[in-house]
């Protein structure tokens, strides 16, 4: 059977722990809060008797099926984790069809498929395939993540690690903040979400950081992002943003100079801009029409931006055209390029990128 993690954590909170799971996707955070709740659940107690841990890249699956049949004397319970349980399917794959062709030899998916048909009522095991992208777009890891549910769902259930909605990230965040004592702002809870691209374990580490560095306020505003992450919560790359939009080139420039003094790194300048573009792209090929269907097709893009400015986003990407959009992703690139050939000053290429990005398609461009 596959859950979500959030579901798998609610589970077991209220104590329904089966025989076996499988930790299927890359995200570390869900990985993380599902083997805590399930160590707070099986107690963790008397130097962690009755938890163990095992690597099937050293530790054979026999081993670990041994240790989970076996009682152990000094706990009531036992929960074994399992890494790198990737090579299972295809060992399980390669005995089905095995079995299908009257092939009787056992191997490593049969004893597997045994023990949970009569599982140990006192171990739970957790396997882990952190190996897969179940957010891919990529046809081939997509094809690696359907083989892999097809051998496995049968045996246990399957918790899918995937990154939750915007709402559900909001409240993540918010949960995670209560936990170090602090509230955090809309505002810089939306900023962190949308720089660090949904990773909730990367962001759950920016909000630690953050709250050691001012260890005596009890909230997180936006101010309090720019002295761990200045790249990503300065105002100034959105006003930046901002300014392409409606084709302010005196603002544009004047904005560059401020990142400039800020010391912010160019070809990031140029990184941001592009991510910008694309965002318009985006909701001019889906044809979007109101924020909240923005925000939705944005996020499923992995291009993520604050609610807070979805509506101007829209209103941006009816004034440029489709030409003007692609055009501003080329200079994008060759912008990128000079950057790192060394050029004698980077401010020169900023603003020539600047001024050709905002210069009408249908005029000639200059070449510098």
Same mark, same amino acid.
């Given at each position: 059977?596959?859950?979500?993690?959030?579901?798998?954590?609610?589970?077991?909170?209220?104590?329904?722990?089966?025989?076996?799971?499988?930790?299927?996707?890359?995200?570390?955070?869900?990985?993380?809060?599902?083997?805590?709740?399930?160590?707070?659940?099986?107690?963790?107690?008397?130097?962690?008797?009755?938890?163990?841990?095992?690597?099937?890249?050293?530790?054979?699956?026999?081993?670990?099926?041994?240790?989970?049949?076996?009682?152990?004397?000094?706990?009531?319970?036992?929960?074994?984790?399992?890494?790198?349980?990737?090579?299972?399917?295809?060992?399980?794959?390669?005995?089905?069809?095995?079995?299908?062709?009257?092939?009787?030899?056992?191997?490593?998916?049969?004893?597997?498929?045994?023990?949970?048909?009569?599982?140990?009522?006192?171990?739970?095991?957790?396997?882990?395939?952190?190996?897969?992208?179940?957010?891919?777009?990529?046809?081939?890891?997509?094809?690696?993540?359907?083989?892999?549910?097809?051998?496995?769902?049968?045996?246990?259930?399957?918790?899918?690690?995937?990154?939750?909605?915007?709402?559900?990230?909001?409240?993540?965040?918010?949960?995670?903040?209560?936990?170090?004592?602090?509230?955090?702002?809309?505002?810089? *809870? !939306?900023?962190?979400? #949308?720089?660090?691209? +949904?990773?909730?374990?990367? $962001?759950?580490? @920016? /909000? &630690?950081?953050?709250?050691?560095?001012?260890?005596?306020?009890?909230?997180?505003?936006?101010?309090?992002?720019?002295?761990?992450?200045?790249?990503?919560?300065?105002?100034?790359?959105?006003?930046? *943003? !901002?300014?392409?939009? #409606?084709?302010?080139? +005196?603002?544009?420039?004047? $904005?560059?100079? @401020? /990142? &400039?003094?800020?010391?912010?790194?160019?070809?990031?300048?140029?990184?941001?801009?592009?991510?910008?573009?694309?965002?318009?792209?985006?909701?001019?090929?889906?044809?979007?029409?109101?924020?909240?269907?923005?925000?939705?097709?944005?996020?499923?893009? +992995?291009?993520?931006?604050?609610?807070?400015?979805?509506?101007?986003?829209?209103?941006?990407?009816?004034?440029?055209?489709?030409?003007?959009?692609?055009?501003?992703?080329?200079?994008?690139?060759?912008?990128?390029?000079?950057?790192?050939?060394?050029?004698?000053?980077?401010?020169?290429?900023?603003?020539?990128?600047?001024?050709?990005?905002?210069?009408?398609?249908?005029?000639?461009?200059?070449?510098?």
């Amino acid at each position: 059977m596959q859950i979500s993690a959030a579901s798998a954590l609610e589970n077991i909170q209220k104590g329904i722990i089966p025989a076996g799971y499988l930790l299927f996707g890359k995200q570390l955070y869900w990985r993380d809060r599902i083997h805590a709740a399930l160590r707070k659940a099986f107690g963790e107690g008397a130097a962690g008797m009755g938890i163990a841990e095992f690597d099937l890249r050293q530790d054979s699956l026999g081993r670990v099926l041994d240790e989970a049949r076996s009682l152990n004397l000094l706990a009531p319970r036992q929960l074994l984790f399992v890494r790198n349980a990737q090579a299972l399917g295809a060992r399980r794959r390669r005995g089905t069809q095995g079995a299908a062709t009257g092939d009787a030899q056992r191997n490593a998916s049969d004893d597997l498929s045994a023990y949970f048909l009569r599982p140990n009522p006192s171990t739970t095991i957790v396997f882990e395939m952190m190996d897969v992208d179940l957010e891919s777009d990529d046809w081939r890891e997509r094809e690696k993540a359907k083989n892999r549910l097809a051998a496995f769902g049968d045996l246990c259930d399957v918790i899918l690690l995937v990154s939750p909605n915007f709402r559900a990230a909001m409240e993540l965040l918010r949960q995670e903040a209560a936990a170090l004592g602090r509230t955090i702002a809309p505002a810089a *809870a !939306e900023q962190l979400l #949308t720089a660090f691209d +949904k990773d909730m374990g990367r $962001i759950r580490m @920016e /909000l &630690e950081k953050i709250c050691l560095y001012n260890p005596e306020k009890e909230s997180v505003d936006l101010e309090d992002l720019e002295p761990m992450a200045p790249a990503f919560a300065g105002k100034a790359s959105t006003t930046l *943003a !901002e300014a392409i939009g #409606t084709g302010d080139r +005196k603002k544009a420039l004047e $904005i560059l100079d @401020e /990142l &400039e003094r800020s010391g912010k790194h160019p070809p990031l300048v140029i990184s941001e801009v592009a991510r910008y573009l694309r965002q318009l792209i985006l909701l001019k090929e889906n044809r979007v029409r109101d924020p909240r269907q923005a925000g939705k097709v944005l996020w499923s893009a +992995k291009l993520p931006a604050p609610p807070h400015i979805l509506t101007a986003l829209l209103g941006q990407g009816r004034k440029m055209s489709g030409a003007q959009l692609l055009h501003g992703l080329q200079l994008a690139f060759e912008a990128d390029l000079a950057l790192r050939s060394s050029p004698p000053r980077e401010r020169i290429v900023l603003e020539r990128f600047l001024l050709q990005l905002l210069h009408s398609p249908q005029s000639t461009v200059p070449r510098v």
